[in-house]
């Protein structure tokens, strides 16, 4: 059994779908970064997401890492923005997009919450 770092969940709450797009967003950001660790970051008053450092931290000149996270965001396969969090969790029905993308695409009109 594996864990999700994006969504807190271990791999049997997922489809196979999901779990390979919340797993690309963890490698696309760990290719970009010089720090090889993942971290955890605490956004505002919402749940704790996956963060990677940024390449101009020292740890020579930096006391504080925290202060140079980047959280981990997975990215609409449409346009692009980020997702949020009620979008990541079903990112496998939606097809990986953002709700105003999916409406748009499925042609339905309302309103994105």
């Given at each position: 059994?594996?864990?999700?770092?994006?969504?807190?969940?271990?791999?049997?709450?997922?489809?196979?779908?999901?779990?390979?797009m919340?797993?690309?967003?963890?490698?696309?950001?760990?290719?970009?970064?010089?720090?090889?660790?993942?971290?955890?970051?605490?956004?505002?008053?919402?749940?704790?997401?996956?963060?990677?450092?940024?390449?101009?931290?020292?740890?020579?000149?930096?006391?504080?890492?925290?202060?140079?996270?980047?959280?981990?965001?997975?990215?609409?396969?449409?346009?692009?923005?980020?997702?949020?969090?009620?979008?990541?969790?079903?990112?496998d029905?939606?097809?990986?997009?953002?709700?105003?993308?999916?409406?748009?695409?499925?042609?339905?009109?309302?309103?994105?919450?």
């Amino acid at each position: 059994m594996s864990f999700c770092t994006v969504c807190l969940k271990d791999s049997k709450e997922h489809s196979e779908k999901l779990w390979e797009m919340h797993q690309s967003a963890i490698q696309e950001a760990l290719k970009k970064t010089k720090h090889k660790k993942l971290w955890t970051k605490k956004m505002g008053f919402g749940p704790d997401c996956p963060a990677v450092l940024d390449n101009d931290f020292s740890q020579y000149g930096n006391l504080n890492p925290t202060e140079w996270l980047h959280p981990i965001h997975v990215p609409c396969t449409k346009c692009g923005l980020y997702i949020g969090r009620i979008e990541e969790k079903n990112a496998d029905v939606l097809d990986g997009m953002c709700l105003e993308c999916f409406s748009e695409v499925t042609e339905q009109e309302g309103k994105s919450c």
